[in-house]
């Protein structure tokens, strides 16, 4: 059973760069889009990116420029980077194993499973 | 402001059935499959229906998913209190080029 392991530091400053790594055990590395999500506290979820096994990556439009996956196949493992956070960026943030294939003009994409989340804080 | 459109709350007796929508546009859930997530109170979500209507190994069949144009509904039988949680539906946006989110039904079990 694939499992999603999770870390990376829980209170930044404003102007910081937010870094997550999430670790996959017990499940291939390869054909899937390896994602990151997050849910500010409260609010529901939203999409930051995902990078495919092969290096190839896409991010949320309104995050572009601060956002970076990439990805170590050595490690099977998996990282999130985000510049210049702000109070906004405060949330719980969850990497995902994403399904996605698009044939006949239907596309699908879902995510599982998730890893167990972290609350990354931003306060000055 | 979320691109899918979901009922903030909903709630239901034991036992009961109970339906959760989702209502999207013909750039998500009228061209792409559906898919829901339940997230239990201080958890990470969990997939709970892939494709439209499809159950992953595990999860009880008293959850069904359907859709019709742009709308996708989620229903629940035999509502149990576990049941207790929030539920996100999500989809592929060919306009977006990106997955979208619901923004959750929190269902209650009185």
């Known amino acids: 059973q694939v499992q999603l392991q999770q870390w990376g530091a829980g209170l930044l400053k404003p102007s910081e760069t937010l870094s997550l790594t999430c670790a996959v055990y017990?499940?291939?590395?390869?054909?899937?889009?390896w994602t990151w999500i997050r849910q500010p506290p409260g609010k529901g979820l939203e999409w930051i990116g995902d990078?495919?096994?092969?290096?190839?990556?896409n991010y949320n439009a309104s995050l572009q420029g601060r956002v970076t996956v990439s990805v170590d196949t050595s490690k099977n493992q998996f990282s999130l980077k985000l510049t210049s956070v702000t109070a906004a960026d405060t949330a719980v943030y969850y990497c995902?194993?994403?399904?996605?294939?698009?044939?006949?003009?239907?596309?699908?994409?879902?995510?599982?499973?998730w890893g167990q989340g972290t609350l990354v804080t931003v306060s000055s | 402001q979320s691109v899918l459109t979901q009922s903030p709350s909903m709630s239901g007796t034991p036992g009961q059935r109970v339906t959760i929508s989702c209502s999207g546009s013909i750039s998500n859930i009228a061209s792409n499959t559906v898919n829901w997530y339940q997230q239990l109170p201080g958890k990470a979500p969990k997939l709970l229906i892939f494709?439209?209507?499809q159950r992953p190994s595990g999860v009880p069949d008293r959850f069904s998913g359907s859709k019709s144009g742009t709308s996708a509904s989620l229903a629940v039988s035999g509502l149990q209190s576990e049941d207790e949680a929030d539920y996100y539906c999500a989809a592929w946006d060919d306009s977006l080029t990106a997955p979208v989110f619901g923004g959750g039904t929190k269902l209650t079990v009185l």
């Open positions: 494709n439209d209507d």
């Open positions: 017990g499940g291939p590395f390869s054909g899937y889009y």
């Open positions: 990078i495919y096994y092969s290096g190839t990556t």
């Open positions: 995902a194993r994403g399904v996605r294939y698009c044939s006949n003009g239907r596309c699908r994409n879902w995510f599982d499973p």
